[in-house]
């Protein structure tokens, strides 16, 4: 296979140069040395739906960067109980840099594909790297908004507005590009049960606001899981 050779790749190494992801994601703040250090010891691998990819309590070996897919965050209460609590997509980096152990577990929501590297060869470039520091530092900080944002959501909103927010939130993360034109199709990475437990609502609660939000157009819905989005503009006013 020829690799694509352009402005953003034409010094990277093989691995990096057809990866999308690496433009916004943590190695956007290195330089094509740095890139091949770290390239000696990543590895991307492809997970199904389903599979485990952090189990909670446990200590990292290694961190990774979402190239594709949707990842599930969990955590699990005394009683075995597990609550949904955020989703990952690309370029989001997966893990706690510098945790002793994993707060959280992860899955594949979908199928992902995903660029491990082990801790110490990570914790060691951001060691020596503040550019890379100050990325994964706003990449937190991102996150930490959007979870500020959700807990508005989870708080003051409806249910309708919850299912459209939710919605929403895949449509304009989990393929950017599909949903570039005001036009967004998708199949959902989450049960309905997976759904309601990230809302905080009932399975049937979803069901029928998922059934109202067809029946005025706002989306389409195909075999359960494939949604159709004609409008984005249409269904972000149904966010709330």
């Not at 997970?47 to 949707?70: F, S």
């Not at 930490?144 to 507005?161: F, H, M, P, Q, Y």
């Not at 967004?184 to 059934?211: H, K, M, N, Y």
Request: charged share 30%; with cysteine; net charge negative.
């Amino acid at each position: 296979m020829i690799a694509r050779k352009d402005i953003h790749n034409s010094n990277v190494p093989v691995l990096c140069q057809s990866c999308e992801a690496r433009h916004r994601g943590l190695c956007g703040a290195l330089d094509p040395e740095q890139l091949s250090e770290l390239a000696r010891s990543t590895r991307v691998v492809r997970h199904e739906a389903g599979e485990q990819l952090v189990r909670e309590a446990d200590e990292p070996g290694a961190y990774a960067n979402v190239m594709a897919g949707v990842v599930k965050l969990t955590k699990t209460l005394e009683d075995g109980r597990r609550q949904v609590v955020g989703l990952q997509f690309a370029p989001d980096f997966l893990g706690r840099l510098y945790g002793t152990e994993n707060h959280l577990g992860a899955e594949a929501a979908s199928d992902v594909e995903l660029c491990r590297v082990p801790r110490a060869a990570l914790e060691k470039l951001v060691g020596e790297n503040p550019a890379l520091e100050n990325r994964l530092m706003r990449q937190a900080l991102r996150e930490l908004d959007e979870a500020r944002d959700w807990i508005v959501t989870l708080g003051r909103k409806s249910a309708e507005e919850k299912v459209a927010s939710f919605l929403y939130l895949i449509a304009t993360h989990a393929n950017p590009r599909a949903a570039q034109g005001g036009r967004a199709e998708f199949r959902l990475p989450l049960s309905r049960a997976d759904i309601a437990d990230f809302l905080g609502l009932t399975i049937e609660t979803v069901s029928r606001q998922l059934t109202r939000l067809k029946g005025a157009g706002v989306i389409e819905i195909d075999k359960l899981r494939d949604i159709v989005v004609p409008d984005l503009a249409v269904l972000e006013e149904r966010c709330g």
